[in-house]
């Protein structure tokens, strides 16, 4: 498909377990973003990647959160001891370039029990 | 704190009529707004998007109003159709980063 695509659609774990979370973005885009929605909120900022290198990561809650592109394509979230909070739906986008129009996943919906 | 904000959680419509959607912003720093539209267990898609050197852009049925001296922007879609019900995001830029910052949505029903 032409756009960008997440996987799992859904995730179940079990508090304290670890998680990831795989997006793959628009062939071609450099720029890949993460983006959290709580229920009833709009998307919150996570990380940003420009090409292989994490260019903003302030939007990270704290240190149980990582993400990873390797080679400039795929990208993984990772989430270490998962809490009850940290249940959302995780977005994952891309765009051209810096500036250009962020295209986005339908979404990992993560639900911590 | 809330640096971008859209007061009205939902919003009905009759099929025909304008819809307005409205949303504000506190930092002045943000230099380019888009909206984006959100159907269920889907992503959110990109409809339109302003930069603050104009003050309108219109892309068919879709225009954006940009306030800059009020924070304030609106989107217009006329004539409002049952497929525009959606939940719509507003969504701001500055000039030092790319992440949108987003408000919290609008749920808007269009009536057939």
């Known amino acids: 498909g032409a756009g960008v695509s997440q996987t799992p659609s859904n995730k179940v774990t079990e508090k304290g377990k670890y998680v990831e979370l795989r997006c793959d973005p628009i062939s071609g885009h450099t720029a890949l973003y993460w983006y959290r929605q709580s229920l009833g909120q709009g998307p919150e900022f996570l990380i940003y990647?420009?090409?292989?290198?994490?260019?903003?990561d302030s939007g990270l809650p704290n240190d149980r959160f990582f993400a990873v592109r390797p080679e400039g394509s795929v990208s993984t979230l990772k989430i270490q001891r998962t809490e009850r909070g940290d249940s959302a739906v995780y977005l994952c986008?891309?765009?051209?370039?810096?500036?250009?129009?962020?295209?986005f996943g339908p979404g990992t919906r993560l639900t911590v029990l | 704190d809330q640096q971008v904000k859209q007061n009205s959680p939902s919003l009905s419509v009759q099929e025909g009529r304008i819809s307005i959607l409205n949303c504000d912003y506190t930092?002045?720093?943000?230099?380019?707004f888009l909206w984006y539209k959100k159907y269920p267990a889907e992503g959110p898609t990109f409809l339109i998007s302003i930069s603050s050197i104009k003050d309108k852009n219109e892309d068919g049925r879709f225009t954006v109003f940009l306030n800059k001296s009020a924070k304030h922007l609106s989107l217009h879609i006329v004539p409002s159709q049952p497929g525009d019900s959606a939940v719509y995001f507003c969504?701001?830029?500055?000039?030092?980063?790319?992440?949108?910052?987003f408000g919290g949505g609008t749920r808007l029903m269009v009536k057939p």
């Open positions: 986008a891309s765009s051209g370039g810096w500036g250009d129009t962020q295209y």
């Open positions: 930092n002045s720093m943000f230099d380019y």
């Open positions: 990647f420009q090409g292989t290198g994490a260019a903003d």
């Open positions: 969504a701001a830029r500055g000039n030092a980063g790319n992440m949108l910052t």
